[in-house]
């Protein structure tokens, strides 16, 4: 099966840091994704990458930055935490033959809180 | 008008019962994802569907393409089957959904 891993499932952190989220899946994925769920909106996709250090921007970037180093590991930064950034945030890996055409499989989720 | 709409919101059932949610879209799409998130957070894919229908144990997913519309249907619910049920349709990317939250009392 394939395992995507996130490293935190709860996160606190304060306005103005830093704030790394890393992700890892196992099975050779060409894309990943990054995803932030809040209630009634559905999941929204920040940032995905097709291959090592490519990126796209999804609906909501701003705020965002991401790195693709290794195809296994697809990292989401937060420049400087905003208490509007609190959230779930969900990693997501698929096979590249068409992103809307390939199932998508999911980590647990880090839900993170801005103080 | 969000380009895929799910119905209802909300669905709380008793067990047994059979559970129909519905999806429906507004834009072009090659293929309808279901898919299941327990309380927690984790999701995980049920069925991915471009034409007629799909099943798997209680579960039946259907689509009509010219209707642009999709129903997920539990046959003989059961308590574990509660969780949050969300669409998503697909092109170049997903577009998603805001899901049926489902609750079945024993």
């Known amino acids: 099966d394939v395992k995507v891993t996130q490293s935190s499932r709860y996160l606190v952190k304060r306005t103005g840091e830093k704030v790394f989220l890393e992700c890892v899946q196992d099975m050779d994925h060409e894309n990943m994704f990054w995803y932030r769920q809040d209630p009634g909106l559905g999941l929204r996709l920040i940032y995905f990458?097709?291959?090592?250090?490519?990126?796209e921007k999804g609906d909501i970037p701003e705020g965002y930055s991401v790195s693709r180093e290794k195809k296994e590991r697809f990292s989401l930064i937060l420049e400087s935490a905003s208490t509007n950034q609190t959230s779930m945030y969900l990693c997501?890996?698929?096979?590249?033959?068409?992103?809307?055409?390939?199932?998508?499989?999911f980590g647990d989720g880090t839900r993170l809180s801005i103080l | 008008k969000n380009e895929v709409e799910q119905s209802p919101q909300n669905l709380t059932a008793q067990e047994g019962e059979f559970i129909t949610i519905n999806c429906s879209y507004s834009v072009g799409i090659s293929a309808l994802h279901w898919l299941q998130q327990h309380p927690g957070g984790g999701i995980v894919s049920l069925f991915m569907?471009?034409?007629?229908?799909k099943k798997h144990g209680r579960l039946i997913a259907t689509i009509n393409i010219q209707e642009k519309h999709s129903s997920l249907h539990i046959t003989a619910s059961h308590p574990r089957d509660s969780a949050v049920y969300i669409c998503?349709?697909?092109?170049?990317?997903?577009?998603w959904g805001a899901g049926t939250k489902l609750i079945i009392k024993p």
């Open positions: 569907l471009s034409s007629g229908k």
């Open positions: 997501a890996s698929s096979t590249k033959e068409g992103t809307g055409n390939q199932p998508q499989h």
């Open positions: 990458s097709y291959d090592v250090k490519m990126k």
């Open positions: 998503a349709v697909g092109g170049y990317q997903l577009i």
